[in-house]
C-alpha cells in the first residue's frame, strides 16, 4: 500500500523568509513523489516530481524539494516566500513496483499563508 | 489554464437526483482521471481512463459511473444524490497512463446536493 502524509494543516511564513512544507511517504518500493498546488477555486498544478536521479529537484515559480530516502520525506521548499504563494499545498506519491497501484496518492494538503 | 475543460462549474441539485459532469481534455491527452474532494475526506481517486477504457478503479460509489467517449471527453454520472457526496469533483487529464506524465487540472464542478 502506497500512502503520503502532510503533518501540517497550516504553515505561516513571513514574506522573504524562506518556507518548508513538510511530506512523509510510505511504499512497498521506489517512490515517485509529486507536489501540486491549489489556489482558491481552481484545480491542482503541477508543480515539481521526483522519479529518479539528483534528490534536489527543481521545479516551477522557484520552488524545489528534496527527496530524502532514509527518512522518507519529500519537503518542499523555497528560499524566499512570497504572499502569492499563499495556496494548498499537496503531496502526492505512486509507488514504482510493478503491480501496485498505478494512481497517485494525495495527502490531505497543507495550507501555506505568506504574511507581507 | 490547464486546457481542461470541466462544465458546469457549479450544480445545485436534491437528494436522489441523478447529474452529469463533463470533462474535456488537454488536447493531446488520452487519460481521464476523475477526483472528488471534500473537507473531510480530502482528494479521492475515482476513477481513470485510457483512450475509451477503464484503465484504474478507486473509491468509486456503485451510484457512481463514468466513460470517456471516441472524442476523449469523459462523463461522470452520480445517481440517487445524498448529502454527503456533496464535494468538488475534479477532472486530470495527462498524455499516457501508468507513466509519470504530470496530471492536468480542470477546476471543477461544486455539486451541492440539498
Known amino acids: 500500500a502506497q500512502s503520503v502524509a502532510q503533518p501540517e494543516d497550516q504553515v505561516n511564513v513571513a514574506e522573504g523568509n524562506p518556507l518548508t512544507v513538510k511530506c512523509t511517504y510510505s511504499v512497498s518500493g521506489n517512490p515517485y513523489l509529486f507536489w501540486y498546488v491549489q489556489y482558491p477555486n481552481r484545480g491542482l498544478q503541477f508543480l515539481l516530481k521526483y522519479i529518479t536521479g539528483d534528490n534536489l529537484v527543481k521545479g516551477s515559480y522557484g520552488f524545489e524539494a528534496e527527496f530524502n530516502k532514509s527518512q522518507t520525506s519529500f519537503h518542499l521548499k523555497k528560499p524566499s516566500a512570497l504572499v502569492s504563494d499563499s495556496a494548498l499545498y499537496f503531496c502526492a506519491v505512486r509507488d514504482a513496483i510493478s503491480g501496485s497501484a498505478r494512481q497517485l496518492t494525495f495527502g490531505s494538503g497543507t495550507q501555506l499563508t505568506v504574511l507581507p | 489554464d490547464s486546457g481542461v475543460t470541466q462544465t458546469p462549474k457549479h450544480l445545485i441539485t436534491a437528494t436522489g437526483q441523478r447529474v452529469t459532469l463533463r470533462c474535456s481534455p488537454r488536447s493531446g491527452d488520452l487519460s481521464v482521471y476523475w477526483y472528488q474532494q471534500s473537507l473531510d475526506q480530502g482528494l479521492q481517486f475515482l476513477i481513470q481512463?485510457?483512450?475509451?477504457?477503464?484503465?484504474a478503479k478507486g473509491n468509486i460509489l456503485e451510484r457512481f459511473s463514468a466513460q470517456q467517449f471516441p472524442d476523449l471527453h469523459s462523463e461522470l454520472n452520480l445517481s440517487s444524490l445524498e448529502l454527503g457526496d456533496s464535494a468538488l469533483y475534479f477532472c486530470?487529464?495527462?498524455?499516457?497512463?501508468?507513466?509519470?506524465?504530470?496530471?492536468?487540472f480542470g477546476n471543477g464542478t461544486r455539486l451541492t446536493v440539498t
Open positions: 486530470a487529464s495527462s498524455e499516457h497512463s501508468g507513466d509519470n506524465s504530470p496530471l492536468h
Open positions: 481512463y485510457y483512450n475509451g477504457e477503464e484503465r
